[in-house]
């Protein structure tokens, strides 16, 4: 089926740090969002995307829809202990006449105080 | 409340018998999702619903699962015969269209002795 390649599969940081992680795929996408999830809870929007080349913010969070279509990463400035969890990027195909999202692997991300 | 609600959170069961799970999504959204989710993986699409269309269901993985959706509104997901293989979170999601993002209940953790 379908995939997304989400990278890395894991990061452990300090407290402070700047994050980074993307998503790619050899498919072509409509619509990018990104989701965290933290254990026991279903996942939690953080950022849509809709247009090649579209870059939102949300807070410490900022989000870019690749130019091509294919890709997408997600950045985490100022990381804080509650930044804890596990992020998952997520896409709608361009052929689908669905909604149904593509799930990537997710990261899972640590924060050292 | 406000956002997606599933019942039960947890549901253990032996192998063989049928299990239930409902979801009820954010009011006046028309479409509703159904994903699984394994231990340490990112979601897989099972079924989505949208109005009266016919539902998509090319993520149901055998005969043994089944969903439907009442009024337009909740939605019930059965596993006949289960197997330990289904043991997962089952995920419900709703939007207010398919282009919309979709928004997750917590899920419920089923496990299969």
């Known amino acids: 089926g379908q995939q997304l390649n989400q990278s890395p599969q894991s990061m452990f940081i300090q407290e402070g740090e700047d994050v980074s992680m993307n998503c790619t795929s050899s498919s072509i996408f409509n619509t990018w969002l990104w989701y965290k999830q933290e254990p026991g809870e279903g996942p939690v929007l953080l950022i849509a995307l809709y247009k090649a080349g579209e870059l939102t913010s949300n807070g410490r969070l900022t989000a870019q829809f690749g130019i091509t279509r294919k890709d997408s990463f997600l950045n985490i400035s100022a990381s804080i202990p509650s930044d804890v969890g596990i992020y998952f990027c997520?896409?709608?195909?361009?052929?689908?006449?669905?909604?149904?999202?593509?799930f990537g692997q997710g990261t899972t991300l640590q924060v050292k105080p | 409340g406000a956002g997606v609600s599933q019942s039960p959170s947890n549901k253990v069961t032996e192998k063989g018998k049928d299990v239930e799970l409902r979801c009820d999504p954010i009011s006046g959204h028309t479409a509703l999702y159904w994903y699984r989710q394994s231990l340490g993986q990112g979601l897989e699409f099972l079924i989505y619903f949208q109005g009266n269309s016919a539902p998509d269901k090319s993520g149901l993985p055998s005969d043994r699962f089944s969903a439907e959706r009442t009024g337009g509104s909740v939605s019930t997901l059965t596993i006949q015969r289960t197997q330990q293989e289904d043991s997962a979170v089952y995920l419900c999601?709703?939007?207010?269209?398919?282009?919309?993002?979709?928004?997750f209940g917590d899920g419920t953790r089923l496990s299969i002795l």
């Open positions: 999601a709703s939007s207010s269209d398919r282009v919309q993002p979709q928004h």
């Open positions: 997520a896409g709608q195909l361009r052929s689908s006449n669905t909604g149904k999202l593509i």
